[in-house]
Protein backbone atom coordinates (compact mmCIF):
# COMPACT_ATOMS: atom_id res chain seq x y z
CA UNK A 1 0.00 0.00 0.00
CA UNK A 2 1.47 3.08 -0.96
CA UNK A 3 1.28 6.41 0.69
CA UNK A 4 -0.77 8.12 -1.96
CA UNK A 5 -3.54 5.18 -1.19
CA UNK A 6 -4.42 7.49 1.90
CA UNK A 7 -4.42 10.98 0.30
CA UNK A 8 -7.26 12.38 -0.35
CA UNK A 9 -5.29 14.03 -3.97
CA UNK A 10 -8.57 17.50 -4.46
CA UNK A 11 -8.59 17.95 -0.51
CA UNK A 12 -4.65 18.00 -0.28
CA UNK A 13 -4.51 20.45 -4.03
CA UNK A 14 -7.95 22.57 -2.70
CA UNK A 15 -6.13 23.67 0.71
CA UNK A 16 -2.89 24.36 -1.53
CA UNK A 17 -4.64 26.39 -3.84
CA UNK A 18 -5.85 28.24 -0.82
CA UNK A 19 -2.85 28.53 0.95
CA UNK A 20 -1.40 30.29 -2.25
CA UNK A 21 -4.43 32.69 -2.94
CA UNK A 22 -4.53 34.02 0.48
CA UNK A 23 -0.78 34.34 0.21
CA UNK A 24 -0.71 36.78 -2.40
CA UNK A 25 -0.67 40.76 -1.77
CA UNK A 26 -3.76 42.62 -2.38
CA UNK A 27 -1.85 45.21 -4.70
CA UNK A 28 0.13 42.88 -6.56
CA UNK A 29 0.46 43.01 -10.13
CA UNK A 30 -0.80 39.37 -11.49
CA UNK A 31 -1.32 37.97 -15.08
CA UNK A 32 -4.70 36.62 -16.55
CA UNK A 33 -4.24 33.56 -15.15
CA UNK A 34 -2.73 33.65 -11.63
CA UNK A 35 -5.35 36.49 -11.72
CA UNK A 36 -8.02 33.26 -12.44
CA UNK A 37 -6.19 30.99 -10.32
CA UNK A 38 -6.66 33.69 -7.47
CA UNK A 39 -10.44 34.01 -8.06
CA UNK A 40 -10.99 30.82 -8.06
CA UNK A 41 -8.70 29.62 -5.05
CA UNK A 42 -7.37 26.64 -7.38
CA UNK A 43 -3.70 26.11 -9.12
CA UNK A 44 -5.30 23.44 -11.10
CA UNK A 45 -7.28 22.54 -13.91
CA UNK A 46 -9.59 20.17 -15.23
CA UNK A 47 -9.31 16.43 -14.22
CA UNK A 48 -8.36 14.46 -17.08
CA UNK A 49 -10.05 11.99 -18.76
CA UNK A 50 -9.23 8.46 -18.53
CA UNK A 51 -9.04 8.85 -22.75
CA UNK A 52 -6.45 11.42 -21.97
CA UNK A 53 -4.06 9.19 -19.69
CA UNK A 54 -4.50 6.85 -21.86
CA UNK A 55 -3.40 8.45 -24.94
CA UNK A 56 -0.36 9.82 -22.68
CA UNK A 57 0.42 5.88 -21.84
CA UNK A 58 0.24 4.96 -25.13
CA UNK A 59 2.22 7.94 -26.78
CA UNK A 60 5.10 6.89 -23.75
CA UNK A 61 4.96 3.22 -24.26
CA UNK A 62 4.77 3.13 -20.77
CA UNK A 63 2.02 2.75 -18.17
CA UNK A 64 2.23 5.57 -15.66
CA UNK A 65 3.19 5.25 -11.74
CA UNK A 66 -0.11 5.23 -9.66
CA UNK A 67 0.57 8.98 -7.73
CA UNK A 68 0.89 10.64 -10.83
CA UNK A 69 -1.93 8.85 -12.53
CA UNK A 70 -3.94 9.68 -9.37
CA UNK A 71 -3.33 13.40 -9.52
CA UNK A 72 -4.17 13.22 -13.23
CA UNK A 73 -7.20 12.64 -12.83
CA UNK A 74 -7.70 15.29 -9.97
CA UNK A 75 -5.91 18.09 -12.39
CA UNK A 76 -4.55 17.50 -15.58
CA UNK A 77 -1.11 19.63 -14.41
CA UNK A 78 -0.37 22.24 -12.02
CA UNK A 79 0.96 25.55 -11.11
CA UNK A 80 3.35 26.63 -9.14
CA UNK A 81 4.59 23.95 -7.81
CA UNK A 82 6.84 25.48 -5.19
CA UNK A 83 8.37 28.12 -5.81
CA UNK A 84 10.67 27.59 -9.01
CA UNK A 85 8.22 25.66 -11.32
CA UNK A 86 5.30 27.21 -13.07
CA UNK A 87 4.07 25.14 -15.28
CA UNK A 88 3.89 21.76 -14.08
CA UNK A 89 3.03 18.86 -17.27
CA UNK A 90 -0.15 17.51 -17.30
CA UNK A 91 -1.23 14.81 -20.16
CA UNK A 92 -0.79 16.94 -23.08
CA UNK A 93 2.52 18.55 -21.92
CA UNK A 94 4.70 15.45 -20.36
CA UNK A 95 7.51 13.71 -22.96
CA UNK A 96 10.64 11.85 -22.75
CA UNK A 97 13.75 14.81 -21.99
CA UNK A 98 15.65 12.52 -24.33
CA UNK A 99 18.55 14.41 -23.26
CA UNK A 100 17.33 17.67 -24.31
CA UNK A 101 18.94 19.80 -21.89
CA UNK A 102 22.61 18.11 -22.88
CA UNK A 103 23.10 17.99 -19.37
CA UNK A 104 23.80 13.77 -19.66
CA UNK A 105 27.10 14.82 -20.89
CA UNK A 106 27.88 17.05 -18.10
CA UNK A 107 27.30 14.82 -15.33
CA UNK A 108 28.54 11.77 -17.17
CA UNK A 109 32.27 13.52 -17.37
CA UNK A 110 31.98 13.78 -13.15
CA UNK A 111 31.59 9.92 -13.52
CA UNK A 112 35.20 7.74 -12.87
CA UNK A 113 35.38 3.84 -13.06
CA UNK A 114 34.24 3.75 -9.24
CA UNK A 115 30.78 5.56 -9.55
CA UNK A 116 28.38 4.02 -7.99
CA UNK A 117 24.90 3.57 -9.37
CA UNK A 118 23.26 6.71 -7.93
CA UNK A 119 26.08 8.72 -9.25
CA UNK A 120 25.17 6.97 -12.81
CA UNK A 121 21.64 7.35 -12.05
CA UNK A 122 22.08 10.69 -12.00
CA UNK A 123 23.88 11.10 -15.57
CA UNK A 124 21.37 8.62 -17.37
CA UNK A 125 18.01 10.38 -15.94
CA UNK A 126 19.06 13.21 -18.41
CA UNK A 127 18.39 10.50 -21.24
CA UNK A 128 15.63 8.62 -20.16
CA UNK A 129 13.60 10.40 -17.66
CA UNK A 130 10.19 11.65 -18.10
CA UNK A 131 10.17 15.62 -18.51
CA UNK A 132 7.05 17.05 -15.90
CA UNK A 133 8.24 20.86 -15.70
CA UNK A 134 6.98 22.77 -18.32
CA UNK A 135 7.95 26.67 -17.19
CA UNK A 136 10.36 27.16 -14.45
CA UNK A 137 13.17 28.96 -13.14
CA UNK A 138 15.88 27.02 -15.03
CA UNK A 139 14.51 23.92 -12.64
CA UNK A 140 14.18 20.31 -14.07
CA UNK A 141 11.76 17.75 -13.43
CA UNK A 142 12.24 14.39 -14.37
CA UNK A 143 10.72 11.30 -13.18
CA UNK A 144 12.89 8.08 -13.70
CA UNK A 145 11.55 5.10 -15.24
CA UNK A 146 13.65 2.96 -14.32
CA UNK A 147 13.91 3.64 -10.63
CA UNK A 148 10.60 1.77 -9.66
CA UNK A 149 9.52 0.62 -6.30
CA UNK A 150 7.58 -2.75 -5.37
CA UNK A 151 4.29 -0.54 -6.22
CA UNK A 152 5.01 1.04 -9.57
CA UNK A 153 5.94 4.45 -8.43
CA UNK A 154 9.12 6.12 -10.63
CA UNK A 155 10.86 8.18 -8.56
CA UNK A 156 11.36 12.00 -9.26
CA UNK A 157 14.23 14.17 -9.56
CA UNK A 158 14.64 18.18 -9.36
CA UNK A 159 17.90 19.84 -10.27
CA UNK A 160 18.67 23.33 -10.59
CA UNK A 161 21.95 24.65 -11.97
CA UNK A 162 21.99 27.05 -9.38
CA UNK A 163 21.55 25.11 -6.62
CA UNK A 164 25.58 23.79 -7.12
CA UNK A 165 24.04 20.20 -5.62
CA UNK A 166 23.08 17.03 -7.33
CA UNK A 167 19.69 15.92 -8.37
CA UNK A 168 17.52 15.39 -5.47
CA UNK A 169 15.66 12.40 -5.23
CA UNK A 170 11.54 12.11 -4.44
CA UNK A 171 10.54 9.09 -3.81
CA UNK A 172 7.36 9.25 -6.06
CA UNK A 173 5.27 11.54 -7.52
CA UNK A 174 3.72 11.98 -4.44
CA UNK A 175 6.46 12.48 -2.35
CA UNK A 176 7.52 15.40 -4.95
CA UNK A 177 4.44 17.36 -4.33
CA UNK A 178 4.15 17.21 -0.70
CA UNK A 179 7.75 18.53 -0.99
CA UNK A 180 6.86 21.36 -3.10
CA UNK A 181 3.74 22.21 -1.09
CA UNK A 182 7.14 22.23 1.78
CA UNK A 183 8.92 24.39 -0.46
CA UNK A 184 5.92 27.20 -0.92
CA UNK A 185 5.32 27.14 2.89
CA UNK A 186 9.04 27.95 3.62
CA UNK A 187 9.04 30.19 1.01
CA UNK A 188 6.23 32.50 2.45
CA UNK A 189 6.88 31.68 6.30
CA UNK A 190 8.30 35.28 6.76
CA UNK A 191 6.38 37.68 4.69
CA UNK A 192 8.23 40.65 2.70
CA UNK A 193 6.79 44.23 3.47
CA UNK A 194 3.07 44.62 2.27
CA UNK A 195 2.35 40.86 1.90
CA UNK A 196 -0.14 39.69 4.27
CA UNK A 197 0.81 37.14 7.37
CA UNK A 198 0.97 34.01 6.05
CA UNK A 199 -1.28 32.08 8.84
CA UNK A 200 -3.68 28.99 8.34
CA UNK A 201 -4.89 25.88 8.96
CA UNK A 202 -1.57 24.37 8.24
CA UNK A 203 0.76 26.89 9.90
CA UNK A 204 -1.10 27.11 13.01
CA UNK A 205 -1.33 22.82 13.10
CA UNK A 206 2.61 22.74 12.82
CA UNK A 207 3.10 25.44 15.46
CA UNK A 208 1.09 23.62 17.46
CA UNK A 209 2.97 20.53 16.44
CA UNK A 210 6.49 22.42 17.34
CA UNK A 211 5.27 23.67 21.13
CA UNK A 212 4.42 19.85 21.82
CA UNK A 213 7.21 19.08 20.35
CA UNK A 214 9.44 21.14 22.11
CA UNK A 215 7.98 19.60 25.54
CA UNK A 216 7.96 16.49 24.85
CA UNK A 217 11.84 17.21 23.96
CA UNK A 218 12.15 18.29 28.08
CA UNK A 219 10.07 15.55 28.92
CA UNK A 220 13.17 13.14 27.51
CA UNK A 221 11.36 11.85 24.38
CA UNK A 222 13.88 13.58 21.95
CA UNK A 223 13.17 11.16 18.88
CA UNK A 224 9.06 11.88 18.56
CA UNK A 225 10.16 15.11 19.21
CA UNK A 226 13.19 16.00 16.54
CA UNK A 227 10.37 14.05 13.74
CA UNK A 228 8.07 16.62 14.42
CA UNK A 229 10.85 19.66 14.52
CA UNK A 230 11.87 18.19 11.48
CA UNK A 231 8.32 18.78 9.56
CA UNK A 232 8.13 21.53 10.64
CA UNK A 233 10.91 22.52 9.86
CA UNK A 234 10.72 21.98 5.76
CA UNK A 235 7.54 24.09 6.13
CA UNK A 236 9.82 27.01 7.29
CA UNK A 237 8.29 27.30 10.75
CA UNK A 238 9.80 30.18 13.51
CA UNK A 239 11.15 27.69 16.51
CA UNK A 240 11.55 24.63 14.73
CA UNK A 241 14.96 24.74 13.41
CA UNK A 242 16.50 26.26 16.52
CA UNK A 243 14.78 23.74 18.47
CA UNK A 244 15.98 20.97 16.47
CA UNK A 245 19.19 22.26 16.25
CA UNK A 246 20.00 21.82 19.63
CA UNK A 247 18.64 18.12 19.36
CA UNK A 248 21.24 17.64 16.41
CA UNK A 249 24.08 18.80 18.58
CA UNK A 250 23.78 16.94 21.24
CA UNK A 251 23.85 13.83 19.13
CA UNK A 252 27.29 15.04 17.80
CA UNK A 253 25.68 16.64 14.38
CA UNK A 254 27.70 19.82 14.15
CA UNK A 255 27.38 20.35 10.06
CA UNK A 256 24.35 22.76 9.19
CA UNK A 257 23.71 23.42 13.18
CA UNK A 258 23.24 27.42 13.41
CA UNK A 259 20.31 27.33 15.90
CA UNK A 260 18.62 29.61 13.99
CA UNK A 261 16.15 32.27 15.51
CA UNK A 262 17.28 31.48 18.57
CA UNK A 263 21.18 31.87 18.99
CA UNK A 264 20.69 35.81 18.07
CA UNK A 265 18.34 35.74 21.49
CA UNK A 266 20.13 37.42 24.47
CA UNK A 267 18.34 34.75 26.66
CA UNK A 268 19.95 31.94 24.87
CA UNK A 269 23.16 33.51 23.92
CA UNK A 270 25.23 32.08 26.38
CA UNK A 271 24.54 28.61 25.71
CA UNK A 272 23.95 28.60 22.21
CA UNK A 273 26.65 30.53 20.87
CA UNK A 274 29.59 29.28 21.85
CA UNK A 275 29.02 25.79 20.69
CA UNK A 276 28.05 27.58 17.26
CA UNK A 277 31.83 29.98 17.86
CA UNK A 278 33.49 26.96 18.35
CA UNK A 279 31.93 24.98 15.08
CA UNK A 280 32.98 28.38 13.29
CA UNK A 281 36.34 28.29 14.82
CA UNK A 282 37.09 24.36 14.05
CA UNK A 283 36.47 25.26 10.76
CA UNK A 284 37.64 28.47 9.60
CA UNK A 285 40.88 28.51 9.19
CA UNK A 286 41.53 32.42 10.30
CA UNK A 287 38.68 33.35 7.95
CA UNK A 288 35.73 34.95 10.07
CA UNK A 289 33.84 36.98 7.57
CA UNK A 290 31.31 33.80 7.88
CA UNK A 291 30.86 34.31 11.50
CA UNK A 292 28.14 36.72 11.60
CA UNK A 293 26.04 35.16 8.91
CA UNK A 294 24.48 33.15 11.16
CA UNK A 295 24.15 35.66 13.34
CA UNK A 296 21.88 38.03 11.17
CA UNK A 297 19.29 40.07 13.10
CA UNK A 298 21.83 39.92 16.07
CA UNK A 299 22.41 43.94 17.60
CA UNK A 300 26.12 45.33 18.17
CA UNK A 301 26.36 43.79 21.57
CA UNK A 302 25.74 40.35 20.92
CA UNK A 303 28.11 40.83 17.40
CA UNK A 304 30.94 41.71 20.06
CA UNK A 305 30.14 38.88 22.45
CA UNK A 306 30.36 36.61 19.50
CA UNK A 307 33.80 37.44 18.95
CA UNK A 308 34.87 37.79 22.10
CA UNK A 309 33.94 34.14 22.47
CA UNK A 310 35.53 33.72 19.46
CA UNK A 311 39.02 34.42 20.97
CA UNK A 312 38.45 32.83 24.15
CA UNK A 313 37.73 29.30 22.21
CA UNK A 314 40.79 29.64 20.18
CA UNK A 315 42.91 30.20 22.68
CA UNK A 316 41.84 27.56 25.12
CA UNK A 317 40.38 30.13 27.55
CA UNK A 318 36.26 29.48 27.40
CA UNK A 319 35.12 28.67 30.44
CA UNK A 320 31.22 27.19 30.47
CA UNK A 321 29.49 28.82 34.00
CA UNK A 322 25.71 27.84 35.30
CA UNK A 323 23.80 29.43 38.06
CA UNK A 324 22.31 27.67 40.83
CA UNK A 325 22.84 23.60 41.97
CA UNK A 326 23.92 23.09 38.26
CA UNK A 327 26.40 25.44 38.09
CA UNK A 328 28.24 24.12 41.24
CA UNK A 329 28.06 20.75 39.57
CA UNK A 330 29.87 22.04 36.39
CA UNK A 331 32.77 23.28 38.80
CA UNK A 332 33.20 19.56 39.54
CA UNK A 333 32.65 18.24 36.70
CA UNK A 334 35.38 20.64 35.02
CA UNK A 335 37.81 19.52 37.92
CA UNK A 336 37.23 15.80 37.21
CA UNK A 337 37.66 16.31 33.64
CA UNK A 338 40.39 18.63 34.26
CA UNK A 339 42.75 15.26 35.87
CA UNK A 340 41.50 13.20 32.84
CA UNK A 341 38.30 11.60 34.58
CA UNK A 342 35.71 12.03 32.15
CA UNK A 343 33.21 9.33 33.28
CA UNK A 344 33.09 10.60 37.11
CA UNK A 345 32.55 14.31 35.50
CA UNK A 346 29.99 12.80 32.99
CA UNK A 347 28.32 11.10 35.94
CA UNK A 348 28.18 14.79 38.06
CA UNK A 349 26.75 16.43 34.87
CA UNK A 350 23.94 13.71 34.52
CA UNK A 351 23.06 13.56 38.05
CA UNK A 352 22.75 17.35 38.48
CA UNK A 353 20.58 17.80 35.13
CA UNK A 354 16.88 17.81 37.09
CA UNK A 355 18.31 20.92 38.77
CA UNK A 356 19.19 22.33 35.43
CA UNK A 357 16.79 25.58 34.74
CA UNK A 358 16.81 26.46 31.43
CA UNK A 359 16.84 30.57 31.18
CA UNK A 360 13.65 30.72 28.38
CA UNK A 361 11.55 28.24 27.45
CA UNK A 362 12.99 27.37 23.93
CA UNK A 363 16.06 26.36 25.24
CA UNK A 364 15.76 22.73 25.80
CA UNK A 365 19.74 22.06 27.71
CA UNK A 366 23.20 22.72 28.92
CA UNK A 367 24.88 23.08 25.63
CA UNK A 368 27.28 26.36 26.27
CA UNK A 369 30.09 23.26 28.29
CA UNK A 370 30.02 21.82 24.56
CA UNK A 371 32.26 24.51 23.72
CA UNK A 372 34.62 24.17 27.21
CA UNK A 373 38.07 23.08 26.27
CA UNK A 374 37.91 20.98 29.25
CA UNK A 375 34.26 19.40 29.86
CA UNK A 376 33.28 19.60 26.01
CA UNK A 377 35.90 16.36 25.42
CA UNK A 378 33.31 14.72 27.93
CA UNK A 379 30.46 14.82 25.60
CA UNK A 380 30.39 11.88 22.89
CA UNK A 381 27.01 10.99 20.71
CA UNK A 382 25.84 8.18 23.10
CA UNK A 383 26.09 10.71 26.04
CA UNK A 384 23.96 13.50 24.50
CA UNK A 385 21.20 10.87 24.05
CA UNK A 386 21.64 9.77 27.76
CA UNK A 387 21.18 13.35 28.45
CA UNK A 388 17.82 13.95 25.40
CA UNK A 389 16.44 11.28 27.44
CA UNK A 390 16.48 12.24 31.02
CA UNK A 391 13.85 14.59 31.92
CA UNK A 392 14.70 18.04 32.57
CA UNK A 393 13.51 21.82 32.81
CA UNK A 394 10.83 21.29 36.03
CA UNK A 395 9.19 18.22 33.37
CA UNK A 396 8.54 14.69 34.79
CA UNK A 397 9.18 11.19 33.06
CA UNK A 398 11.38 8.16 33.14
CA UNK A 399 15.15 8.52 33.00
CA UNK A 400 17.18 6.48 30.93
CA UNK A 401 19.66 3.80 32.19
CA UNK A 402 23.16 5.40 32.04
CA UNK A 403 25.41 4.60 29.27
CA UNK A 404 29.20 2.52 30.05
CA UNK A 405 32.00 4.17 31.09
CA UNK A 406 34.39 5.24 28.09
CA UNK A 407 37.65 4.81 30.56
CA UNK A 408 38.56 0.57 31.61
CA UNK A 409 39.83 -0.01 35.09
CA UNK A 410 43.33 -0.84 34.36
CA UNK A 411 46.33 -0.35 31.71
CA UNK A 412 45.40 -3.23 29.40
CA UNK A 413 44.03 -0.85 26.93
CA UNK A 414 47.65 0.80 25.89
CA UNK A 415 48.10 -2.81 24.54
CA UNK A 416 45.57 -2.50 21.64
CA UNK A 417 47.15 -1.18 18.34
CA UNK A 418 46.42 2.03 16.86
CA UNK A 419 43.92 2.43 14.23
CA UNK A 420 45.89 1.31 11.27
CA UNK A 421 46.78 -1.76 13.47
CA UNK A 422 50.18 -0.78 14.41
CA UNK A 423 51.87 -1.14 17.77
CA UNK A 424 51.78 1.67 19.47
CA UNK A 425 54.64 3.24 21.62
CA UNK A 426 53.98 5.18 24.64
CA UNK A 427 56.02 5.57 28.51
CA UNK A 428 54.64 7.27 31.64
CA UNK A 429 55.14 7.90 34.92
CA UNK A 430 52.98 7.11 38.13
CA UNK A 431 53.38 8.52 41.78
CA UNK A 432 51.75 7.80 44.70
CA UNK A 433 50.29 10.52 47.18
CA UNK A 434 50.62 13.61 45.10
CA UNK A 435 48.47 15.69 42.94
CA UNK A 436 48.92 15.95 39.26
CA UNK A 437 50.31 19.76 39.85
CA UNK A 438 53.07 18.40 41.57
CA UNK A 439 54.33 16.54 39.57
CA UNK A 440 56.56 19.24 37.20
CA UNK A 441 58.34 20.16 40.16
CA UNK A 442 59.63 16.26 40.39
CA UNK A 443 60.14 15.53 36.50
CA UNK A 444 61.09 18.77 35.03
CA UNK A 445 63.70 21.79 35.68
CA UNK A 446 63.26 25.82 35.78
CA UNK A 447 60.69 27.16 33.94
CA UNK A 448 59.55 23.66 32.26
CA UNK A 449 58.56 23.09 35.80
CA UNK A 450 55.17 24.29 35.34
CA UNK A 451 51.72 23.23 34.12
CA UNK A 452 50.38 24.42 30.68
CA UNK A 453 46.73 24.88 30.25
CA UNK A 454 44.43 21.81 29.43
CA UNK A 455 45.10 20.76 25.29
CA UNK A 456 45.06 18.11 23.12
CA UNK A 457 48.22 16.41 22.87
CA UNK A 458 48.28 17.36 19.23
CA UNK A 459 48.20 20.94 19.68
CA UNK A 460 50.98 20.63 23.09
CA UNK A 461 53.33 19.00 20.59
CA UNK A 462 52.54 22.13 17.88
CA UNK A 463 52.58 24.53 20.17
CA UNK A 464 56.09 22.90 21.39
CA UNK A 465 58.20 22.50 18.03
CA UNK A 466 56.80 26.02 17.18
CA UNK A 467 58.54 27.73 20.15
CA UNK A 468 61.30 25.63 19.81
CA UNK A 469 64.43 26.91 18.00
CA UNK A 470 67.23 24.70 19.17
CA UNK A 471 67.15 20.78 19.21
CA UNK A 472 69.48 18.07 20.53
CA UNK A 473 70.38 14.56 19.88
CA UNK A 474 71.82 14.13 23.48
CA UNK A 475 68.56 14.45 25.28
CA UNK A 476 65.30 12.92 25.24
CA UNK A 477 62.91 15.76 26.74
CA UNK A 478 59.31 14.27 26.85
CA UNK A 479 55.90 16.11 26.33
CA UNK A 480 53.29 14.34 29.07
CA UNK A 481 49.93 14.86 29.91
CA UNK A 482 49.11 15.09 33.39
CA UNK A 483 45.96 13.64 34.99
CA UNK A 484 45.15 11.33 37.94
CA UNK A 485 45.62 7.59 37.46
CA UNK A 486 43.43 6.42 40.16
CA UNK A 487 42.90 6.24 43.92
CA UNK A 488 45.90 8.06 45.26
CA UNK A 489 47.99 8.52 42.01
CA UNK A 490 48.65 10.70 39.93
CA UNK A 491 50.49 9.93 36.20
CA UNK A 492 52.17 12.12 33.50
CA UNK A 493 51.70 10.08 29.90
CA UNK A 494 54.05 10.64 26.73
CA UNK A 495 51.72 9.02 23.85
CA UNK A 496 54.84 9.33 20.93
CA UNK A 497 57.86 8.68 22.87
CA UNK A 498 61.57 9.02 21.02
CA UNK A 499 63.48 6.15 20.33
CA UNK A 500 64.46 4.14 23.63
CA UNK A 501 68.26 4.20 23.89
CA UNK A 502 69.25 1.94 26.47
CA UNK A 503 72.64 2.45 26.77
CA UNK A 504 71.95 6.18 28.19
CA UNK A 505 68.41 5.80 29.38
CA UNK A 506 68.03 7.03 32.78
CA UNK A 507 64.47 5.83 34.90
CA UNK A 508 63.13 8.92 36.34
CA UNK A 509 61.08 6.68 38.96
CA UNK A 510 63.67 7.89 41.48
CA UNK A 511 63.58 11.64 41.20
CA UNK A 512 59.70 11.30 40.99
CA UNK A 513 59.14 9.03 44.25
CA UNK A 514 61.16 11.31 46.33
CA UNK A 515 59.31 10.68 49.79
CA UNK A 516 56.95 8.39 48.02
CA UNK A 517 56.42 5.54 45.75
CA UNK A 518 56.69 5.77 41.80
CA UNK A 519 56.50 3.42 38.75
CA UNK A 520 58.19 4.41 35.25
CA UNK A 521 56.27 1.99 31.91
CA UNK A 522 57.89 2.17 28.75
CA UNK A 523 56.94 0.13 25.69
CA UNK A 524 57.39 0.12 21.76
CA UNK A 525 59.79 -0.27 19.07
CA UNK A 526 63.36 -0.09 19.52
CA UNK A 527 63.34 1.59 16.13
CA UNK A 528 60.84 2.24 13.55
CA UNK A 529 60.61 -1.63 12.14
CA UNK A 530 62.77 -2.93 15.33
CA UNK A 531 62.00 -5.52 17.83
CA UNK A 532 59.60 -4.46 20.91
CA UNK A 533 61.33 -3.78 24.13
CA UNK A 534 59.35 -3.12 27.63
CA UNK A 535 60.69 -1.15 30.30
CA UNK A 536 59.17 -1.00 33.93
CA UNK A 537 61.40 0.49 37.31
CA UNK A 538 59.49 1.36 40.76
CA UNK A 539 61.15 3.74 42.95
CA UNK A 540 60.62 4.04 46.66
CA UNK A 541 61.78 7.29 48.05
CA UNK A 542 63.80 8.31 45.67
CA UNK A 543 65.60 5.63 45.46
CA UNK A 544 65.37 2.68 42.87
CA UNK A 545 64.16 -1.11 44.24
CA UNK A 546 64.00 -2.65 41.13
CA UNK A 547 63.76 -2.28 37.34
CA UNK A 548 63.64 -4.64 34.46
CA UNK A 549 64.11 -4.43 30.52
CA UNK A 550 63.14 -6.75 28.32
CA UNK A 551 64.67 -6.07 24.94
CA UNK A 552 65.96 -8.41 22.08
CA UNK A 553 64.73 -11.59 23.26
CA UNK A 554 66.58 -11.02 27.04
CA UNK A 555 65.70 -9.17 29.95
CA UNK A 556 67.39 -6.77 31.77
CA UNK A 557 66.88 -6.87 35.80
CA UNK A 558 67.81 -5.50 39.14
CA UNK A 559 66.55 -5.76 42.74
CA UNK A 560 63.49 -8.11 43.97
CA UNK A 561 60.96 -7.94 41.37
CA UNK A 562 57.63 -9.10 43.52
CA UNK A 563 56.43 -12.17 41.68
CA UNK A 564 53.44 -10.62 39.94
CA UNK A 565 55.62 -8.87 38.03
CA UNK A 566 58.30 -11.32 37.34
CA UNK A 567 59.69 -11.31 33.99
CA UNK A 568 59.69 -15.03 33.49
CA UNK A 569 55.75 -14.93 33.82
CA UNK A 570 55.57 -12.74 30.61
CA UNK A 571 58.53 -13.32 28.43
CA UNK A 572 58.66 -16.42 28.07
CA UNK A 573 55.04 -17.09 26.51
CA UNK A 574 52.56 -15.58 24.92
CA UNK A 575 53.60 -13.41 21.77
CA UNK A 576 52.97 -9.57 20.98
CA UNK A 577 50.32 -7.64 22.32
CA UNK A 578 49.16 -10.64 24.58
CA UNK A 579 52.13 -10.60 26.45
CA UNK A 580 52.29 -6.75 26.79
CA UNK A 581 48.53 -6.54 28.23
CA UNK A 582 49.28 -9.47 30.36
CA UNK A 583 52.61 -7.22 31.79
CA UNK A 584 50.26 -4.16 31.96
CA UNK A 585 46.95 -5.77 34.00
CA UNK A 586 49.91 -7.39 36.28
CA UNK A 587 51.04 -3.61 36.81
CA UNK A 588 47.34 -2.45 37.35
CA UNK A 589 46.49 -5.18 39.63
CA UNK A 590 50.00 -4.14 41.69
CA UNK A 591 50.01 -0.79 42.03
CA UNK A 592 45.66 -0.58 41.54
CA UNK A 593 46.55 2.46 39.00
CA UNK A 594 44.52 3.12 35.53
CA UNK A 595 45.12 5.66 33.06
CA UNK A 596 42.37 7.43 31.44
CA UNK A 597 41.67 6.10 27.56
CA UNK A 598 38.93 8.59 26.40
CA UNK A 599 41.15 12.02 28.08
CA UNK A 600 44.60 11.17 26.60
CA UNK A 601 43.19 9.91 23.31
CA UNK A 602 40.05 12.50 22.27
CA UNK A 603 40.48 15.34 25.89
CA UNK A 604 42.88 17.96 26.93
CA UNK A 605 44.74 17.73 29.63
CA UNK A 606 48.05 19.68 31.45
CA UNK A 607 51.10 19.41 29.69
CA UNK A 608 54.66 19.98 30.54
CA UNK A 609 57.73 18.80 29.42
CA UNK A 610 60.12 16.42 31.74
CA UNK A 611 63.72 16.78 32.06
CA UNK A 612 65.96 14.54 29.71
CA UNK A 613 65.29 10.18 29.98
CA UNK A 614 68.76 10.22 29.15
CA UNK A 615 71.82 10.98 30.50
CA UNK A 616 74.15 13.21 29.55
CA UNK A 617 76.29 11.95 26.42
CA UNK A 618 80.70 11.33 27.60
CA UNK A 619 83.34 11.36 25.98
CA UNK A 620 83.73 9.70 22.24
CA UNK A 621 79.76 10.26 22.00
CA UNK A 622 78.69 12.16 19.44
CA UNK A 623 75.13 14.51 18.76
CA UNK A 624 73.81 16.66 16.78
CA UNK A 625 72.42 20.34 17.20
CA UNK A 626 70.20 22.09 15.00
CA UNK A 627 69.86 25.63 16.22
CA UNK A 628 66.88 27.89 13.91
CA UNK A 629 66.67 31.16 13.91
Known amino acids: MTENSHLDWRSFLLEWSGEWADSLPDGETRNEENEAARRTRWLGFPPASEEQI ?68 EADIWRRGLQLDVESDATYVLMDPEDVDEDGEWAVYTW ?25 HSLRAQPGEGEPEFVNDTTRKLDASVEEARVEALRGGWERALRALDEAKAYGRPRAAGLGDQIRRLLG ?36 STLTFHLRGADENL ?27 VDRARDLARWGDTDGAWRVLRDALSSWEPSGPDLLAPLGWL ?191 PLALEPSRYFEHPEGSERERSLLEAVSGEFGVRLPRHALMHGRLPTFTTRSWTRPPTNGETYVVIRMH
Open 54 to 121: AALEQRLGRQLPPSYREFLQVSDGWRHAGGFVSLLAGTAEARWHDNESGLAVMFEEYLDEDAGPEERR
Open 160 to 184: AGWRAAPPERHANFLAFMRDMHREF
Open 253 to 288: QTSSVYFTGLVTDRRYASELLPPLVAEHAAHSYRDD
Open 303 to 329: VALAYATLEQVRGGTHRYTAAGPFGEA
Open 371 to 561: ADPVLGPVMTPERGRELLSTPRGGHAGKAPGPTAGLDPDDLAWLAEPDPGNNRTSYRFVLVEGVEPEELPTRLADGEDAVLNEPMTLWDARHRLLHNRREFSSDEDKALMAVGRAGAGWSFAFDGEPAAFDWRRFVSPAPAAGAGTRAVVVWSGLRTWHGEPFFHLSVARNGIEQYAFTYMDGEVRRSGKI
